[in-house]
C-alpha cells in the first residue's frame, strides 16, 4: 500500500529574480548662493571699480589732461552731469537686474536638480519595496514548503502509529487505531483513500462471528470446534473494533458531498468481508468504485437503507446472505448497474422493498436456496436478468415492482420454494427457455394475461 510521496529532505530552493537599483551617491543637490543683498552689493561695487578702473586707464591713455574749471556751471554741463548720473545709476540697476535674474535661474535649475533627485529616490524605493514584496513571498513560500514538509512527515508519523494500533493484539487498543485511522483521514486529504483502504483492509481479515451475533446463529459445521470462553470473549471484541469501523465508514458516507470530511467519493472495497452486522443507511457511494465481491452476510442486521450508490458500478458478485437481514429499502442505484452474479441467497432476510435500479440489475447464476429476498415496489429501468439462476428453496416477493427493459429468465432453474411476479408489472413479457407442458413450473407465479 502506497502512501503518497513525501518531500525530500535537502532544503526548499526559492529564487527571487527583482530588477537591479539604480546606484546614486545619496547626496542632495546643494544650492550655494550669497544672501540678495550682499549679492547686489558685490556686484555694485565691482561694476563701479569697473568702471572707476575704465576711466582711470582712458585718461591714462589721453595723458592725464588737466581740466578748467570754469566760474560757472552752465545748464549744458549740468545736463551732461545728470545723464552721466542717471547712466551710472541705470548701469547699477542693470547689474541688480542681472544678479536677480542669475539668482532665479540657479534657483530654477536646482528645483529641477532637486526634482529630479527625488524622482530618483522614488524609483529607487518603488524597487526596494518590490524587493522587500519578493523577499517576504519568497519567505512565505519557503515557510509553505517547510510547513507541507513537516506536516508530511507528521501524517506519515501518525499513519504509522495509527497502523501499529491496528495490529495490536488488544482490542482496546485496535479500537484506538481505528479512529486514529479515521481522524487521519479527515486530516489527511491526500491520504485519505489510503487510510480508508486500511480500515476496508481490516474488515477483509479472517473473522469468525460469536455464536451471539444474531438471533438466528449460524449452525456449527461438523468439523468446527466449539468456542470456549476465551475465543468467544475474543471474538466479541473484535466484533466491536469491526462495528466501530462499519460504523465510522457509515458516518462519513452520511455526511454531504461538500463536506470537508466526506468520503462519498473515494473507494471502497469489501471483497470478502464478512458482515454480522453494520449500518450503511443513508450512505452515499458517488464518486468511486464499490465492491461488496464475495461479501458474507451471516448474521445481525446490515442496514442499507436509503443509501445511494451513484459513482459506478456496484458489485456483490459472489457474495453470500446465509443469515441475519439486510436490508436495501428506499435504496438508489443510479452511477451504473449493479451486479449479484452468483449471489447465494441461503438463509435470512434480504429486502430490496422501494429500491431504484435505473442502470438495470444482474442477478446472473444466482441461488435462492432459503431464506427470504423482497422486492417489493423495486424499480428497475434497464431491465433484470436471472439467467442461469436457480430457485431451490426459499421464498422471492415482488409485490408492486416495475420491471421495464427486458427481464430475462433464461437457463433458469424452478425446482422449488416460492417465486411470485403475479403483481409484478413488466413493460416487455418476461423471457424464458420454455418448460414442458402447459403451465409454469411449481412455485412460480407470473402476472395474468
Known amino acids: 500500500m502506497d502512501l503518497p510521496a513525501s518531500q525530500d529532505s535537502t532544503p526548499p530552493e526559492v529564487r527571487v529574480t527583482v530588477g537591479s537599483i539604480p546606484a546614486s551617491d545619496g547626496r542632495v543637490p546643494e544650492l550655494r548662493l550669497w544672501g540678495i543683498r550682499r549679492s547686489i552689493a558685490l556686484a555694485v561695487a565691482t561694476a563701479l571699480l569697473l568702471v572707476v578702473g575704465l576711466i582711470v586707464t582712458a585718461l591714462g591713455f589721453a595723458g592725464w589732461p588737466g581740466l578748467e574749471r570754469g566760474a560757472t556751471v552752465t545748464a549744458a554741463t549740468l545736463f551732461d552731469l545728470l545723464k552721466l548720473v542717471f547712466a551710472v545709476v541705470a548701469g547699477i540697476g542693470g547689474v541688480a537686474a542681472l544678479v536677480v535674474a542669475y539668482r532665479r535661474q540657479r534657483v530654477a535649475e536646482h528645483t529641477n536638480a532637486l526634482a529630479e533627485f527625488a524622482h530618483q529616490l522614488a524609483h529607487a524605493a518603488d524597487l526596494r519595496a518590490e524587493v522587500t514584496k519578493a523577499l517576504a513571498e519568497a519567505a512565505d513560500e519557503r515557510a509553505k514548503i517547510e510547513t507541507d514538509r513537516n506536516g508530511v512527515r507528521l501524517f506519515n508519523e501518525r499513519f504509522a502509529n495509527a497502523s501499529e494500533q491496528l495490529g495490536s493484539e488488544k482490542a482496546a487498543v485496535r479500537l484506538a487505531g481505528v479512529y486514529a485511522m479515521a481522524g487521519l483521514a479527515d486530516d489527511w486529504r491526500e491520504g485519505r483513500q489510503t487510510c480508508i483502504d486500511?480500515?476496508?483492509?481490516?474488515?477483509?481479515?479472517?473473522?469468525?462471528?460469536?455464536?451471539?451475533?444474531?438471533?438466528?446463529?449460524?449452525?456449527?459445521?461438523?468439523?468446527?470446534?466449539?468456542?470456549?470462553?476465551?475465543?468467544?470473549?475474543?471474538?466479541?471484541?473484535?466484533?466491536?473494533?469491526?462495528?466501530?469501523?462499519?460504523?465510522?465508514?457509515?458516518?462519513?458516507?452520511?455526511?454531504?458531498?461538500?463536506?470537508?470530511?466526506?468520503?462519498?467519493?473515494?473507494?471502497?472495497?469489501?471483497?470478502?468481508?464478512?458482515?454480522?452486522?453494520?449500518?450503511?443507511?443513508?450512505?452515499?457511494?458517488?464518486?468511486?468504485?464499490?465492491?461488496?465481491?464475495?461479501?458474507?452476510?451471516?448474521?445481525?442486521?446490515?442496514?442499507?437503507?436509503?443509501?445511494?450508490?451513484?459513482?459506478?458500478?456496484?458489485?456483490?458478485?459472489?457474495?453470500?446472505?446465509?443469515?441475519?437481514?439486510?436490508?436495501?429499502?428506499?435504496?438508489?442505484?443510479?452511477?451504473?448497474?449493479?451486479?449479484?452474479?452468483?449471489?447465494?441467497?441461503?438463509?435470512?432476510?434480504?429486502?430490496?422493498?422501494?429500491?431504484?435500479?435505473?442502470?438495470?440489475?444482474?442477478?446472473?447464476?444466482?441461488?435462492?436456496?432459503?431464506?427470504?429476498?423482497?422486492?417489493?415496489g423495486v424499480t428497475v429501468d434497464r431491465g433484470v436478468f436471472f439467467d442461469e439462476a436457480t430457485f431451490s428453496g426459499g421464498r422471492v416477493f415482488s409485490a408492486g415492482a416495475t420491471f421495464k427493459g427486458n427481464t430475462s429468465f433464461v437457463r433458469t432453474t424452478f425446482s422449488g420454494g416460492e417465486v411470485s411476479f403475479g403483481s409484478a408489472t413488466f413493460e416487455f413479457p418476461p423471457t424464458f427457455d420454455g418448460w414442458a407442458g402447459e403451465h409454469p413450473p411449481d412455485g412460480l407465479l407470473l402476472p395474468r394475461a
Not at 468446527?224 to 470462553?229: E, K
Not at 450512505?283 to 442496514?303: I, L, M
Not at 459513482?311 to 428506499?330: H, K, L, P
Not at 441461503?346 to 444482474?362: R, Y
Open 198 to 376: 486500511v480500515l476496508c483492509a481490516y474488515l477483509r481479515m479472517p473473522y469468525t462471528p460469536p455464536a451471539e451475533a444474531s438471533d438466528e446463529a449460524p449452525a456449527q459445521a461438523d468439523d468446527q470446534l466449539p468456542m470456549d470462553a476465551d475465543t468467544a470473549q475474543a471474538a466479541r471484541e473484535e466484533r466491536e473494533v469491526r462495528h466501530t469501523v462499519m460504523r465510522l465508514i457509515g458516518r462519513h458516507l452520511r455526511l454531504a458531498e461538500d463536506d470537508a470530511t466526506s468520503w462519498c467519493s473515494y473507494d471502497f472495497d469489501f471483497t470478502g468481508v464478512v458482515f454480522d452486522g453494520g449500518n450503511f443507511s443513508e450512505a452515499k457511494f458517488s464518486g468511486g468504485e464499490v465492491s461488496f465481491v464475495g461479501a458474507t452476510f451471516v448474521a445481525g442486521k446490515v442496514f442499507f437503507d436509503g443509501a445511494k450508490f451513484s459513482g459506478g458500478a456496484v458489485y456483490f458478485d459472489d457474495a453470500r446472505f446465509s443469515g441475519g437481514r439486510v436490508f436495501f429499502d428506499e435504496a438508489t442505484f443510479t452511477g451504473g448497474p449493479v451486479f449479484f452474479i452468483r449471489v447465494a441467497f441461503s438463509g435470512g432476510w434480504v429486502s430490496f422493498s422501494g429500491a431504484t435500479f435505473s442502470e438495470g440489475a444482474s442477478f446472473v447464476g444466482a441461488t435462492f436456496s432459503e431464506g427470504q429476498v423482497f422486492l417489493d
